[in-house]
């Protein structure tokens, strides 16, 4: 093996590198971890007060239902009810949806700047 090689080489510079690399490689994993557990509570408080008013608005168009005076009112009530849940579903996806993307964006950021 050649050692020559190696001639000039530091090796406390090298461990001080290796060191502050690491400490840079903690730090950013550390902020990675802090981004998705920020993003994942996020997301975890959005989906409980979506079932929450869902179950809410079910609950209170049950209620109109057992009022009824005729098939038609039913009719009516169920519809509103259908379209109503259905377009606070996709509007609730839509909002989830952008909440996971940007957490992977935010969580991206210390990554790039690491490799950066």
């Known amino acids: 093996m050649d050692f020559n090689a190696f001639k000039g080489f530091d ?3 090298g461990m001080e590198e290796f060191q502050k690399l690491s400490q840079q490689n903690m730090e ?3 902020k990675l971890f802090g981004e998705w557990s920020k993003g994942w509570q996020a997301i975890a408080a959005e ?3 979506y079932t929450r008013r869902s179950f809410e608005d079910s609950t ?11 098939l038609d009112q039913a009719f009516e ?8 849940a259905y377009d606070e579903y ?3 996806m839509t909002k989830v949806g ?19």
């Open 11 to 13: 090796q406390s510079k």
């Open 28 to 30: 950013a994993s550390m």
């Open 47 to 49: 989906m409980t007060d």
């Open 60 to 70: 209170a168009t049950f209620e109109k239902m057992m009022s009824v005076k005729s």
């Open 77 to 84: 009530i169920q519809s509103s009810y259908a379209k109503r």
């Open 90 to 92: 996709m509007h609730q």
């Open 98 to 116: 952008g909440m996971y993307a940007n957490m992977a964006k935010d969580a991206a950021k210390p990554l790039e700047k690491a490799f950066n």
